[in-house]
């Protein structure tokens, strides 16, 4: 599946400043759906390193109104890119039923109380440190079994918390706390983690270490962003957060049709 990415920021890295107003943002959340994403992320606060934060005055402002149209205009489903208890519950009470959690080694339960009392489905990202300092040194013995071992404890402690297994997504979070080489371990052990029987949502579309890779701008990524998609899906990875929903869309079709063994038409 495909989660067409929409930033409500005036500061968002690859989009910055384009769909601050909420009528271009739905706009956009409509198009994306028109080219196949069955799940919109919607965010208000900038997470790329270094972002300044944004109180929740501010985010509900930019994000509420882009999330009650959609609901009310499409069939899609809405996940919601936030750490803020309220947001979140403003959010599924407007017509989300996904919490994106880029926070989830948070100490503070009462985001995943709001998820235990609606039964909405949750994003476990996993993160090393915080946006404002993640990228400074990351450092791990080994990125995978971290990961996984992180996700098996969170799993536990979701649970406890009333969420069920059921409702959760698995995410690695790449270039969250994580070098180039952190992040294609992650990617090259999807496998380990998908062992843990839970779906797996990838976001590494435009991503810096691709342009670290190949040196080239956010919008000069696509073809490096594809390819990782179709590597993933391979290994288990379910859920694609893009900037670039057709194009996605087309290139996972196109696998499944190479993987189908008798013709399709
Ligand atoms: C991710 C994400 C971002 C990701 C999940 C960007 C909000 C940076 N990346 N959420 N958010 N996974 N679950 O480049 O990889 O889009 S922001």
New binding site residues.
């Given amino acids: 599946m495909v989660m067409g ?1 929409l ?1 409500v920021t005036p500061d ?3 989009d910055g400043g384009r769909f601050q107003d909420a009528d271009k943002a739905v706009a956009r959340g409509e198009a994306m759906v028109a080219e196949g994403a069955e799940l919109i ?1 919607v ?1 208000g606060e ?3 390193p270094g972002a300044v934060a944004v109180d929740e005055a501010e985010e509900l402002r930019r994000v509420i109104p882009v999330v009650r149209a959609l609901a009310s205009r499409t069939r899609v489903v809405i996940s919601v ?1 936030t750490r803020k208890a309220g947001v979140a519950r403003a959010a599924l009470d407007a017509g989300a039923c996904i919490v ?3 926070e989830a080694q948070r100490t503070d339960t009462d985001l995943w109380k709001a998820v235990a009392a609606t039964g909405a489905g949750y ?1 476990a ?1 996993h993160m090393q440190g915080t946006p404002q300092t993640m990228q400074t040194d990351p450092r791990y013995d080994d990125v995978v079994r971290e990961v996984t071992g992180f996700f098996r404890e969170r799993l536990l402690r979701l649970e406890s918390c009333g969420v069920r297994p059921e409702q959760v997504l698995l ?6 706390g994580k070098t180039l080489d952190h992040n294609l371990s992650l990617i090259r052990g999807l496998g380990v983690i998908s062992t843990l029987g839970r779906p797996i ?8 270490f691709i342009g670290r890779l190949f040196g080239t701008e956010p919008d000069h990524r696509l073809g490096a962003s594809l390819a990782c998609a179709l590597w993933a899906a391979g290994s288990g990875a379910g859920v694609f ?1 893009v ?1 670039d929903v057709a194009e996605t869309v087309q290139a996972l079709r196109m696998r499944e049709i190479l993987n189908q063994e008798s013709p399709t038409r």
């Fill in positions: 990415i930033n968002s890295f690859s992320d965010g900038s997470t790329r890119d994106n959690d880029i994003v990202m995410d690695p979070g790449i270039g969250f949502l990838l976001g590494v579309s435009r991503k810096s957060r900037h």
